[in-house]
């Protein structure tokens, strides 16, 4: 009788290892088979049965493995879950990081007296009867990024916005929130809405950029620059915009924010490269424009590491074609390269800067890069640099120009004041309060010169600080 139990037990555990809901009654018939031929005692048979419809009820309340794991990952979805680093959150299968910074500097600037001998067009260096004071942004506006990423079909989507507001009041104009400032009660700040692109990249084959973005050309003089994170050249001191110039017109070409298509190939070995075509930009001095072609523009990087020594590399260039409307008007084709390298030999940096063009301008992209007639100017620029850090402590240095050439010899008679040379020296001292806030204070001397002979200089102080997280 104990034989004829055990074998019941494995017959039923065998079966329960099987069984779904609809073999249940399968189970049950066995059962009743075994029992009526005097296998199982009626002891056992009730016994076994009483435990065969517990695990039948107890199956029926449990949901299908199938079930659970859609279930499960649904759940998985619902919550939300800090990243391991920044400031973030994941849901619903995407990544939501947000990053930003905030500045403030008190600016005095003593610019030169006014006279007939200062008359610079296109100078950079303030001139004025009175010093002034601000207190505004220094180079960078605030800003606040939002980014928003997820991966659909083996493919790294992104999207990116980046809004960037002064705490100057702007007086807006055709210029946007770059206008001149609005130094008056009721007035409002400036927000420059300069990034909104989307991203589509894959590993192995790169990434792609649709969107407005900051440029390829000009990029890395002024993400180089020691005065991004703080004044340099005043620029407007009496009534600030949403930014100073920093080392802008004085050392490099203003790269800006630009709509753009643009394609970054894989990390080889810290070599990189970048093109892309670009919205079309009509000059902001030269005759009326009607512009029929999109401009080009790329960029080659190089990071590696020699020794204890460090280096990025870079080399950029651009291209457009302008077409001059106008009868007697030329029509001209920008181009022009950049180049440089910072090298890193433990505690200091050093920084060396070159631009050259021929209708690019000066300052800002297309800023007096032709005479009236369409004709076009050649320009070129430089500066060097360099940081050292002792622990919390920073002390840099840096001395850059940029230089505007005439068109021809009827350009030099129809514009004697036009600029030849923007230049400036700039001291700064950092110091690193926390690992979101550094202080800064500076010395800036901005000199302008013209072509014949006259000049403007002015000297200023910064004082202040920034932060980012």
């Avoid at 002891?43 to 299908?64: G, I, T, V």
């Avoid at 920073?394 to 230049?423: H, I, M």
Wanted: negative net charge.
């Amino acid at each position: 009788m104990r034989g004829n139990y055990l074998l019941a037990c494995a017959a039923t555990a065998a079966l329960a290892l099987t069984a779904t809901a609809a073999q249940a009654s399968t189970s049950e018939a066995l059962l009743k088979r075994l029992h009526e031929k005097g296998i199982l005692s009626d002891e056992d048979y009730n016994e076994l049965m009483q435990q065969e419809m517990a695990d039948q009820a107890k199956a029926a309340a449990a949901p299908a493995p199938a079930m659970a794991q859609a279930e499960a990952a649904l759940n998985d979805k619902r919550v939300v879950h800090m990243t391991e680093s920044g400031i973030g959150f994941e849901a619903g299968g995407a990544t939501i990081r947000f990053s930003g910074s905030v500045n403030g500097f008190y600016v005095h600037d003593n610019p030169a007296t006014a006279s007939a001998t200062t008359a610079v067009v296109g100078g950079v260096a303030a001139v004025g009867g009175n010093n002034s004071s601000a207190v505004r942004n220094g180079l960078l506006p605030g800003f606040l990024k939002v980014e928003v990423s997820t991966t659909q079909g083996g493919w790294d989507i992104g999207a990116h916005f980046g809004m960037y507001p002064g705490i100057n009041s702007t007086a807006y104009g055709a210029l946007g929130a770059n206008n001149g400032g609005q130094p008056t009660a009721l007035g409002t700040a400036g927000i420059d809405f300069r990034q909104t692109y989307m991203t589509i990249g894959r590993h192995g084959l790169g990434e792609l950029k649709i969107g407005r973005d900051i440029g390829l050309f000009g990029s890395e003089g002024i993400l180089n620059d020691i005065t991004l994170l703080s004044s340099g050249s005043p620029g407007g001191n009496v009534a600030p915009g949403n930014t100073t110039l920093g080392r802008i017109g004085i050392g490099y070409i203003y790269t800006d924010f630009q709509p753009q298509i643009t394609y970054s190939t894989p990390n080889l070995g810290g070599l990189q490269a970048q093109f892309g075509v670009f919205q079309p930009l009509e000059s902001l001095s030269a005759p009326a424009q009607g512009n029929k072609s999109p401009g080009f523009q790329g960029k080659i990087t190089y990071d590696g590491k020699f020794g204890d020594i460090g280096a990025r590399l870079w080399l950029s260039g651009i291209t457009q074609k302008h077409d001059t409307l106008g009868a007697g008007l030329t029509s001209y084709t920008g181009r022009g390269f950049d180049t440089g390298a910072k090298i890193t030999v433990g505690p200091v940096a050093l920084t060396g800067y070159y631009y050259d063009g021929k209708g690019l301008g000066t300052t800002v992209l297309n800023l007096f890069d032709t005479d009236a007639f369409g004709n076009p100017r050649k320009s070129h620029g430089f500066y060097g640099q360099a940081l050292v850090t002792l622990g919390k402590l920073g002390l840099g240095g840096s001395y850059g120009a940029s230089y505007l050439d005439y068109a021809n010899a009827a350009d030099a008679v129809a514009n004697p004041t036009l600029l030849d040379k923007n230049s400036s020296y700039v001291g700064q001292l950092r110091y690193g309060l926390t690992s979101w806030v550094t202080l800064i204070g500076e010395y800036i001397h901005t000199k302008s010169e013209a072509h014949n002979g006259n000049e403007a200089a002015s000297n200023a102080l910064a004082v202040g600080g920034i932060l980012f997280f």
